[in-house]
């Protein structure tokens, strides 16, 4: 009998908190609208005020649709058949805000959703879903002068080929003659040199800037890393030499012959996002005369140690999400500034592995590089 009413007791315990869970659980608001990362005149995906995201995928004879989110695609939602031969569902709860990659699996099959404009990540052309940001200002499309991101073709002997960079101009370059300082701002593994610029909104990030007087201009400059020569999960195998050639020997080079740049350590950054970081760290560290500001954004932390016999830079500023490793960043920003250096650390509240995170953690140190 007692361990009749241990058991009831527990139950009615368990209906009670999933019942509770259930009632805590704020209702789906139906204000959903398409995703302003579309095609034209497509009106799925959608997402709503509360950052849910609502897909609808044509496909009557699969068996099984179901939508994977996230770098990799990681997670998923399983999308319902209706009558008409469409699949629709929502994500189970809202998402972080900012920019995702997706894909659709269609009976174990990986393909894009047709609705939506494709980013590279993953190491493919994945589809882009945007969900909209409390400060989604500090990089919106405005009526303010803009910057010109062009694409170049440089020589790159060691790789017996012409490769690809993407480079901002502040507005007026093309009418000016003053000299600009340089950041070169790498892209993480499965990226390529269009995510800072796509995906990244960097352009519009610096013309706001720019606009509201809270930085001295510069140039972007943005490559590819090679990164993507190794698979994912096996990072350590990533050689950085054939890169640092291609960066400092080639591009740097190219870079300064051609623009209006002011060719100085003092007047040139690097920074890059997750695997970009680890370049930024590595190459800053072999090459300390190259480069005067350094920037890891949910790429690693320097030490104190780092910099044995070399030195300092004029600025370090490290960065992650909240729902990464903050205390890391935090107190790797702390050993600096106690061992003497001017070191920034930043942590972007409620964003994971993401663009959101980097939008701001570039929003964050633009203003503090070339001072």
């Keep these: 009998m007692k361990n009749f009413l241990k058991i009831s007791i527990l139950a009615t315990s368990m209906i009670c908190s999933i019942n509770f869970a259930q009632a805590q659980k704020?209702?789906?608001i139906e204000d959903f609208k398409p995703s302003e990362l579309n095609q034209p005149q497509q009106e799925y995906p959608m997402v709503n005020s509360q950052g849910y995201a609502r897909f609808k995928i044509i496909a009557p004879t699969a068996d099984s649709v179901r939508v994977s989110?996230?770098?990799?695609?990681?997670?998923?939602?399983?999308?319902?058949?209706?009558?008409?031969?469409?699949?629709?569902?929502?994500?189970?709860?809202?998402?972080?805000?900012?920019?995702?990659?997706y894909n659709v699996r269609i009976d174990g099959g990986k393909f894009n959703d047709p609705g939506t404009l494709n980013y590279y990540g993953s190491v493919r052309w994945e589809s882009g879903i945007e969900i909209p940001a409390k400060d989604q200002d500090f990089y919106a499309l405005k009526n303010v002068p803009h910057g010109n991101v062009q694409q170049i073709l440089f020589p790159s002997p060691s790789t017996n080929t012409s490769r690809r960079a993407f480079i901002y101009t502040p507005p007026g370059?093309?009418?000016?003659?003053?000299k600009?300082?340089?950041?070169?701002?790498?892209?993480?593994?499965?990226?390529?040199?269009?995510?800072?610029?796509?995906?990244?909104?960097?352009?519009?990030i610096m013309?706001?800037?720019?606009?509201?007087?809270?930085?001295?201009?510069?140039?972007?400059?943005?490559?590819?890393?090679?990164?993507?020569?190794?698979?994912f999960g096996k990072i350590r195998e990533f050689k950085i030499e054939p890169?640092?050639?291609?960066?400092?020997?080639?591009?740097?080079?190219?870079?300064?012959?051609?623009?209006?740049?002011?060719?100085?350590?003092?007047?040139?950054a690097m920074a890059g996002l997750s695997m970009g970081g680890m370049e930024t760290k590595t190459i800053t560290l072999n090459k300390p005369d190259v480069f005067g500001y350094y920037g890891l954004l949910s790429g690693g932390i320097y030490a104190s140690t780092d910099f044995k016999?070399?030195?300092?830079?004029?600025?370090?500023?490290?960065?992650?999400?909240?729902?990464?490793?903050?205390?890391?960043?935090?107190?790797?920003?702390?050993?600096?500034?106690?061992?003497?250096?001017?070191?920034?650390?930043?942590?972007?509240?409620?964003?994971a592995h993401e663009f959101q995170t980097w939008r701001r953690s570039l929003y964050q140190m633009a203003p503090l590089l070339f001072r």
């Design 26 to 28: 704020p209702a789906i």
């Design 69 to 101: 989110l996230g770098l990799g695609g990681r997670g998923g939602t399983k999308l319902a058949k209706a009558e008409d031969g469409s699949w629709m569902g929502t994500t189970e709860g809202p998402m972080d805000e900012g920019f995702h990659y």
């Design 173 to 178: 370059y093309e009418k000016g003659k003053y």
């Design 180 to 204: 600009y300082p340089v950041l070169y701002l790498q892209h993480g593994w499965g990226e390529d040199e269009t995510a800072w610029m796509n995906q990244g909104r960097a352009n519009l």
């Design 207 to 231: 013309d706001n800037l720019i606009a509201a007087g809270k930085i001295k201009p510069f140039i972007i400059v943005n490559t590819y890393g090679m990164t993507n020569e190794v698979k």
């Design 243 to 268: 890169f640092q050639t291609v960066l400092v020997d080639e591009l740097i080079p190219y870079v300064d012959a051609n623009f209006r740049t002011i060719a100085k350590k003092e007047m040139r």
């Design 309 to 351: 016999d070399k030195p300092q830079p004029k600025l370090i500023f490290i960065s992650c999400g909240s729902k990464e490793r903050p205390d890391g960043v935090k107190k790797a920003g702390e050993e600096l500034k106690a061992a003497g250096f001017n070191a920034v650390s930043y942590v972007s509240e409620g964003t």
